[in-house]
């Protein structure tokens, strides 16, 4: 891992007056980019050849004669190759030269690799550098790790195919689209061999592929993705608010599910297993009785981080949960950075974000806020690693 002394030395060369907020331009980026359009700041965006349209073109933005923006989120892109190339040192000069506070996501650690972003990236990271790693399923210290150390819900692990007695989901990556799920579901170890042939002849998923795969009870429930925020800045109210709920559309279970039964039965027969890539997402709210165990798990997971990853999570995290018939909530992945679903949010805020703060509240527009907040208060080396 990049020292802390040698970032926080980058840093010192900024002048935050001048500070600027970057992104690789996937994933969130255009929530986080209007977010800090929102607060005041202009916007950087690390794009990759054939992929920067929307955010060189179509989200640029327009300012007028006094510097006010009338169109667009985005100020500036950095045009590389390939995103894995953020990571170049040219590329990084260039952010540090131009003040650029940057925000990780997971395209930004998909792309580039975990073990880069940790000992070359030398830019400073608004959040949880020493955290990242935790989303690589199967590392040693992964979510689950932190999840059992904290004494939180999670569904239950399945040790071997032999194992399968109920309904397990098989979590693995898929064989071409190397950034996407290939995960499928099983009842037993017969339906697990008979789907996984099928799906390794379909070219979806590799031949070795329990090497890396986690499979655990499928909880039957709705899927909620709850978007938090961690403030080491806040002094008067509480550190952890609850900015929003969101949850995914995902190719082609969707579709699947929306035909009848019997013709779900038959896409089976005929070896037509759906695929669970997200592509979408939108905006929900929970029962007002699930707000005080949602808060309770974010709590235990902040003192979690806090214990084995000193200082702990910091600004926006989200718990990806699923709630079963009683109620229950089971945590199954942990982002330790902004969610991937935040989008949905952007310029009309989350609606908890929105009642706590008593204006359209994002999670790019909080995460900003806390930057200025920090920028006022000569606090940044606070929120950055």
Known sequence: MISRKEVLANLDGYDLKKAKVGVVASH????????????????????????????????????????????????????????KDA??????????????????????????????????????????????????????????????????????????PEDIDSLTIIKVHHKVKK?????????????????????????????????????????????????????????KGEQLELLGVDWRFETSLDGYCRLPGKQQVELEEDGIIPEYTVCGHNMATLRESLLDPAYEMAEKYIEATKKHYDPGIIGPFCLQTCVDKDLNFYIYDVAPRIGGGTNVHMSLGHPYGNALWRREMSTGRRLSMEIRKAIEQERVDEIIT
């Open 179 to 235: 950034l996407e799920r290939g995960f499928f579901t099983a009842k037993d170890h017969d339906q697990f061999i008979e789907k996984s042939t099928e799906l390794i002849k379909q070219g979806v998923i590799e031949e070795d592929f329990l090497k890396e795969a986690r499979m655990e009870q499928y909880i039957i429930g709705p899927v909620f993705n709850l978007d938090f925020f961690r403030s080491p800045l806040e002094e």
């Open 28 to 83: 969130s980026a255009l929530d986080t980019c209007d977010g800090a359009i929102s607060e005041g700041f202009r916007t950087v965006a690390v794009c990759q050849k054939g992929r920067e349209r929307t955010f060189a073109n179509y989200f640029k933005t327009q300012r007028d004669s006094s510097g006010n923006v009338v169109r667009g989120v985005v100020d500036e892109v950095v045009l590389v190759d390939k995103f």
């Open 87 to 160: 990571v170049h040192p040219s590329v990084q000069a260039s952010l540090m030269d131009n003040n650029v506070l940057f925000v990780p996501n997971r395209s930004f650690v998909s792309y580039s690799g975990i073990d880069a972003v940790e000992d070359q990236f030398k830019v400073p990271l608004v959040g949880s550098r020493n955290l990242l790693r935790s989303e690589e399923r199967g590392d040693e210290r992964d979510y689950y790790w932190i999840l059992e150390k904290a004494g939180l819900p999670f569904p239950k692990k399945v040790e071997r």
